[in-house]
């Protein structure tokens, strides 16, 4: 079993930035890809990013590839996203999540969840 808690969200305006954590325990974080999701009201939970075993490969949402920042520190427990000029279309509830395979995008592969922190980009 791997815990997962995340922290860090809140409301920020357009433009601003947030950095999100996810704290680990249970099994060796280090044998787990870890990822980012979000979901908005009335939709499907999304991909946003995730990182590999080590953190030396990462991959993006396309619409954030150049606004967020994944990161882990293994030593910590820790997984990171940092988001910078954020819209108001980032508004959405934020999980982190863990896997054993790196790769996936789709969160059903995904063997465990946080309980999600809210993010809400609004003036």
């Known amino acids: 079993q791997v815990q997962l808690v995340e922290s860090g969200g809140g409301l920020v305006q357009p433009g601003g930035s947030l950095r999100l954590s996810c704290a680990a325990s249970g099994r060796t974080f280090s044998f787990y890809a870890m990822a980012w999701f979000r979901q908005a009201p009335g939709k499907e939970r999304e991909f946003v990013a995730a990182?590999?075993?080590?953190?030396?490969?990462?991959y993006y949402l396309d619409s954030v590839k150049d606004r967020f920042t994944i990161a882990r520190d293994n030593a910590k427990n820790t997984v990171f996203l940092q988001m910078n000029s954020l819209k108001p279309e980032d508004t959405a509830v934020y999980y982190c999540?863990?896997?054993?395979?790196?790769?996936?995008?789709?969160?059903?592969?995904?063997?465990?969840w946080g309980q999600g922190t809210q993010v809400t980009v609004s003036s």
């Open positions: 990182i590999s075993w080590r953190g030396d490969s990462t």
């Open positions: 999540a863990a896997d054993r395979a790196w790769g996936n995008r789709f969160a059903a592969q995904y063997d465990y």
